[in-house]
């Protein structure tokens, strides 16, 4: 059966236990008809409705919290873009048709975030658990405040709650270390010469924010020359961005003193042979001469850099690959190659992020690259990387990391 023949609006409403489609705004889209027959209300009570409009919190009683901590939960899912499964809830939720009487539930909810084509969050699938049930089955049940076994369950999900909390709070304080250390381990953007440069990164879906690709703009000795490079360490996290910001550094100074960029490379595969973790590392360099109009460049292992013209002429950097940095055991010197350009002409670097899907041949990457390109050629370089970015990484963010750097020669 195709995707053409499957009725997905059928399959929504069909779906086991309470789901419903909330809008950033925290207002009904949508709602399954489990959850509508179990929370009591009609598709016209909750579509286009403010959720909390619908569920306040039980105003006679100031211990109430369960509607406040699902409000915390569908907000981080809207900052962070990530899946929130919350602790066992108590609620009190308003009897449908019996205006101030109060029924006790418990609910487990789970919130996951829908992106839209821009990779912001524009919508949320709250699916509800709904147990309340089952614990009245298992402690009994009285009007009022719960039972022996109630109690226990419900400080139980208070206290796992707490912990989920906790563990957020660490999780973000690992994310604002590694930011740090991507800040101090990677250039800040800007003009090179009188050249303009925009860099863009994007770590992985689901990895903190530092990874292992990086970039790198120097001024070279001799003449109105500038290095540029792009670089994939194997990994994520806070390991692979220790190896990145080793041979980001090494391949910086190698770069100024070099004779071209495959000394440069060969210099760098030499000190990656003596760190760990730079196994099967990749890395492409290119030294600019704006007075010849030249670009000398030299690949290890790393797909090729893009030249367009402003006459939308495309040429991959690709007659000067070889092995990544630790390939060999005995390195030998590495090839170059020579191409010259226009000015306004365009060169752009990437890491495979940008180019790699699962299951798919690189020359399709490669080309869905180069009509990017070619169709934003004239655009600012901060305009271009946006674009490129926007047409190029899935609308859910990559599986892989993604380091872009666009120069204007």
């Known amino acids: ?17 309470m789901v419903a489609l909330l809008t950033p705004e925290l207002v009904f889209a949508d709602a399954n008809d489990d959850y509508l027959r179990m929370s009591g209300r009609t598709r016209e009570q909750l579509v286009g409705r403010y959720l909390f409009d619908v569920f306040p919190d039980n105003p006679g009683d100031p211990a109430a919290n369960g509607m406040r901590n699902l409000e915390a939960s569908l907000y981080r899912v809207l900052a962070t873009g990530e899946r929130d499964a919350m602790a066992l809830q108590r609620y ?46 298992r402690g009994g049940h009285r009007t009022g405040r719960p039972r022996a076994l109630e109690a226990e369950l419900y400080t139980r999900a208070r206290d796992l709650q707490e912990l989920n ?48 690709d990086w970039y790198d703009l120097v001024d070279l000795v001799g003449g109105n020359r500038i290095g540029v490079s792009v670089g994939d360490v194997v990994g994520h996290g806070l390991a692979a961005a220790g190896v990145m910001g080793q041979l980001r550094s090494a391949l910086s100074a190698a770069s100024r003193v070099a004779a071209g960029p495959g000394q440069a490379l060969d210099v760098l595969g030499r000190y990656a042979h003596v760190v760990d973790g730079a196994e099967s590392a990749t890395a492409v360099t ?70 790699e899907r699962r299951r798919e041949d690189i020359d399709t990457g490669l080309a869905r690259l180069a009509d990017s390109l070619r169709r934003h050629r004239g655009q600012d370089p901060e305009t271009l990387a946006d674009a490129m970015l926007r047409e190029l990484l899935p609308p859910g963010g990559a599986t892989d990391d993604t380091a872009l750097i666009v120069v204007r020669l």
């Open 92 to 137: 009190d939720v308003e009897a449908p048709g019996r205006s101030g009487e109060w029924e006790e539930r418990y609910w487990s909810p789970v919130n996951a975030p829908v992106p839209g084509p821009d990779g912001k969050v524009a919508l949320i699938v709250h699916r509800v658990e709904e147990v309340t049930e089952l614990i009245r089955a």
């Open 165 to 212: 909390e906790r563990l957020r709070d660490a999780h973000a304080r690992e994310r604002e270390v590694a930011l740090a250390l991507q800040e101090a381990m990677l250039p800040a953007p800007r003009q090179v010469g009188h050249h303009q440069a925009a860099v863009r990164y994007r770590p992985a879906v689901g990895a903190l924010n530092v990874c292992g």
């Open 1 to 17: 059966m195709t995707d053409a023949a499957i009725d997905y609006t059928a399959v929504f409403h069909g779906l086991p236990g």
């Open 286 to 355: 290119t030294f600019i001469d704006h007075d010849r109009h030249t670009i000398t460049y030299s690949s290890a292992g790393h797909p090729p850099p893009a030249l367009v013209a402003p006459d939308g002429h495309m040429e991959f950097l690709d007659r000067a690959t070889d092995t990544p940095l630790d390939a060999r055991p005995d390195p030998i010197p590495r090839p170059q190659a020579v191409t010259t350009y226009t000015n306004g002409a365009t060169l752009v670097l990437y890491t495979d992020g940008l180019i």
